[in-house]
C-alpha cells in the first residue's frame, strides 16, 4: 500500500532553532530516504518551500480565483511530504515517527487511492 506522510510544522517555531540544528534536519531526512530505499518503501520525498510563497487556486463557476497562500486555520504548514510504500497502517506510522519534522510539528500520515487510468511512473 502507499502512504502519504505530510509534513507540518509551524515556521516561526522553526525558525527559532538554532541554525546547526536546522542544517541537521535535512542531511537526517535524506539519510532517511535511503534506508526506505534500501528497505523498497520508498517512493518519493521533498521539503516544500515557505508557506509564504504559497499560491492559493480556486475555480468557482468557472472563473479562477488565485491568492497569497497559504490560508488555513492553524499555526502548522505543510513543510514537505514523504510518499512511501508500507504493508499497513502501523508500520507508516512508525516511518513517519522516524521523520525529522515529526520532532518539530507533526507528520500526517494518509493512504493514497487508486485510481485506474492515471499514468504509471
Known amino acids: 500500500m502507499t502512504y502519504l506522510l505530510l509534513v507540518r510544522h509551524d515556521e516561526e517555531t522553526l525558525g527559532t532553532f538554532s541554525e546547526a540544528t536546522r542544517r541537521e534536519m535535512l542531511p537526517e531526512s535524506v539519510q532517511l530516504t535511503h534506508q526506505l530505499h534500501a528497505q523498497g518503501q520508498y517512493r518519493s ?33 505543510v513543510a514537505g511530504y514523504f510518499l512511501i510504500t508500507a504493508g499497513d497502517l502501523d508500520e507508516a506510522i512508525g516511518v513517519a515517527a522516524r521523520v525529522p519534522g515529526a520532532r518539530v510539528g507533526c507528520v500526517e500520515v ?11 511512473e
Open 110 to 120: 494518509r493512504l493514497v487511492t487508486k485510481v485506474a487510468g492515471l499514468p504509471i
Open 45 to 77: 520525498a521533498a521539503p516544500l518551500h515557505p508557506a509564504s510563497q504559497a499560491v492559493i487556486v480556486r475555480v468557482r463557476d468557472g472563473k479562477k480565483f488565485v491568492t497569497d497562500g497559504p490560508f488555513a486555520e492553524t499555526r502548522e504548514q
